[in-house]
């Protein structure tokens, strides 16, 4: 997983371990980590907006949020909100 140019502050065995883990992990541990990080994502993607603007409305929030998941073209059709003009 660590590649030439990586800084890597994890020792070699801490990590051989926790790929281990990984690996060894049942399915529904697997969906949960992503699931959480998914979370995680979107939850740092709503404040990093509201930190930007303090002052737009919740609608506004949760359309910007989307426009960072979907593609422009699906944000116009189907929101009527073009990320490019109104921002991310």
Do not use: Q
Not at 12 to 31: C, G, H, N, S, V
Not at 35 to 53: K, N
């Amino acid at each position: 997983m660590t590649g030439e140019n990586v800084p890597n502050d994890t020792d070699k065995d801490t990590e051989r371990i926790y790929l281990k883990m990984l690996r060894e992990a049942p399915a529904w541990r697997k969906a949960a980590m992503v699931d959480s990080l998914t979370r995680a994502c979107g939850e740092l993607a709503v404040a990093g907006i509201r930190m930007r603007h303090p002052d737009i409305s919740e609608k506004e929030i949760r359309m910007r949020v989307a426009a960072l998941w979907l593609d422009r073209d699906l944000m116009m059709s189907m929101f009527h909100w073009d990320p490019v003009r109104e921002g991310y």
